[in-house]
């Protein structure tokens, strides 16, 4: 009797079950993929913006002559060319730097920030919903600075 060579059922079935479990993970790491990349447009230029707020409120604080924390949410800076209004708008959504007439708007859905007065300057507490650990930023006024190393 002559044997014959071939695959059973029972194999060709295994094969085509691993194939589809192989097919199944491609395809979820396609979507998830997919997905962070689109999110990686809306996310950056959110966080540039954020980058743009921080680099003027440590341009601000630096050239004060006084700084004064009315709340937790509101930094007022006097400086040679008048004063700075650092605050959370009502909704809670933008924070608004106020400089005369001028006003400038910068997101604040993404960044929480809280202010407390510091020697020569101010602590900045900023944290969002993704980070767990806020950052503490110690910002100075270079004038408060000198008036500091003058009176020891």
């Known amino acids: 009797m002559r ?8 194999e060709m ?8 479990l192989l097919l199944l ?9 997919t997905k962070l990349i689109k999110a990686q447009h809306t996310v950056i230029p959110e966080l540039k913006q954020v980058d743009a707020m921080v680099d003027q409120l440590r341009e601000d604080v630096w050239d004060a002559k ?3 924390v009315v709340s937790e949410h509101e930094l007022q800076l006097a400086t040679d060319d008048g004063s700075v209004q650092w605050s959370l ?7 608004v730097r106020k400089q005369s007439d001028r006003q400038r708007y910068f997101p604040g859905n993404m960044v929480q920030m809280n202010f407390k007065i510091a ?3 101010v602590t900045a507490v900023i944290g969002n ?12 006024s270079v004038t408060m600075l000198k008036e500091m190393q003058h009176d020891r």
Do not use: E, K, N
């Open 3 to 10: 044997r014959q060579h071939g695959y059973t059922l029972i």
């Open 13 to 20: 079935l295994f094969v085509i079950g691993f194939c589809f």
């Open 25 to 33: 993970l491609t395809s979820f790491i396609f979507t998830t993929s």
């Open 66 to 68: 006084t700084v004064t």
């Open 89 to 95: 708008d009502d909704a809670g959504l933008q924070w």
């Open 119 to 121: 020697p020569a300057g």
């Open 129 to 140: 919903q993704l980070s767990r650990d806020p950052v503490t930023m110690r910002l100075l």
